[in-house]
């Protein structure tokens, strides 16, 4: 409802959701992994996964570079330079620290079905974690937040 245009159909995106309810009622001790595997397949469905691959603020390849953070309004993971720099200018309050870990799981969120992660569940510290970033993710770029229909405390 709060993603989607009305009207707008997303046959991709309902088939999905229902992976994730079959997920969920399969493996109810890994919801809070699915969950968050859910929201990164919206995001990606939608046109609005974050940017991985490359500095979401200057566009340089980070191919076997460390990410020096996640900058919520750029958009996805930033390089070491421009990191200092929306640090030195204040621009850095929606800025998070990110480990290669986190990259690599919203990767393999993205490319792979639901039936893969019915037996994965994410260390807790890593789920917050994520939930955090792709919270403060969807309210800055989708104005997504404090959803009703949010069952689950992280």
């Keep these: 409802d709060r993603i989607l245009m009305e009207e707008d159909p997303q046959p991709r995106l309902f088939a999905e959701l229902t992976e994730f309810l079959k997920a969920i009622e399969v493996s109810k001790e890994n919801a ?14 939608t046109g ?4 991985l691959d490359h500095c979401a603020s200057c566009g340089k390849d980070m191919a076997g570079l460390r990410p020096a953070g996640f900058s919520v ?12 720099d929306k640090v030195k200018t204040n621009e850095g309050s929606l800025i998070y620290t990110v ?17 893969r992660f019915e037996k994965i569940r994410l260390d807790d510290r890593l789920s917050e974690e ?5 919270k403060s993710y969807m309210a800055y770029h989708l104005d997504v ?10």
């Design 73 to 84: 309004g750029d958009g996805g993971i930033i390089c070491g330079n421009c990191c200092d």
């Design 48 to 51: 609005t996964m974050p940017e």
């Design 130 to 134: 994520l939930m955090k970033i792709l």
């Design 99 to 115: 480990n290669f870990d986190i990259i690599n799981i919203l990767k393999y969120f993205k490319n792979e079905p639901f039936s």
């Design 145 to 154: 937040k404090d959803l009703k229909s949010e069952f689950m405390t992280f």
């Design 32 to 45: 809070k992994t699915l969950t968050i595997a859910y929201m990164v397949k919206a995001l990606d469905h």
